[in-house]
């Protein structure tokens, strides 16, 4: 595994890049997914989650800060202790866009077509992503209870209409 030179904020200068708009409303997230709040407002800041597989969007979603808590609280503590147990474990902060954030694999590195972003935002500037290959995102998810997983299928169901749940990680809610 090659390592490469770690991002910095600077590298982005401050602004949320393009990768991290919607892609489905070409243009900057402009309010929660869950409550429609406007995100640009939020004080507390706000998360933004895409999945990618071979580089186009399966799906994507922000949530203000206050909804992220919401529904982190809803998880169970069984869940939560665990996520917060690999993160603090495994992950490793400023690796930038291209580059697992617990693995340190480039993108697309050893064939995984799926990768996820994910960004802690404040208004219009980014103040922290990380972006997970596909096996870390599955190893993710397997840290998660019944009890947790089936509240990510009604987060899924009442704020991503379409999108099979097993199509998406709660990993994406664990705070950047």
Known sequence: MQRHKSASMSDYANEIPAELHSAY????????????EALAAME????IFKLF??????YEYAVCQPCHTGVMDQFSEHSRARMAGYHSQRVTLNLGPHLCAVCGNER??????QYALSAACEGTSLRQSLMFCGGCLQEMQALLSPETRRTWQRFVDENLPGVPPEAISPAGLVTV
């Open 44 to 47: 507390s800041g706000y998360q």
């Open 108 to 113: 697309g590195e050893d064939g995984e077509p």
């Open 25 to 36: 409303e070409e243009r900057p997230f402009q309010s929660c997914t869950r409550c429609g």
């Open 53 to 58: 597989e071979g580089g186009e969007v399966i």
